[in-house]
C-alpha cells in the first residue's frame, strides 16, 4: 500500500488490522483488501467447488 501510494491518500478508509498481543514484536498494521477487481472475480468463477 506504501509503495503505490494508496497508503498515504486512502489510509483513514482502508481497514487496518494490527496484533492485539503488545507483546507481539512486529507491530506493523496491515490493510484488507475490499474486494478483488472483476478479472480476478471472472478467474475464480471459472472454478467448480463444491
Not at 512486529?26 to 463444491?50: E, S, W
Request: with cysteine.
Amino acid at each position: 500500500w506504501e509503495t503505490s501510494g494508496h497508503w498515504g491518500w486512502y489510509k483513514e478508509n482502508m481497514f487496518g488490522v494490527r496484533s492485539a498481543d503488545p507483546d507481539v514484536e512486529d507491530q506493523r498494521t496491515f490493510a484488507l483488501k475490499p474486494m478483488n477487481c472483476p478479472g480476478h472475480v471472472q478467474i475464480f468463477n471459472l472454478h467448480y467447488f463444491a
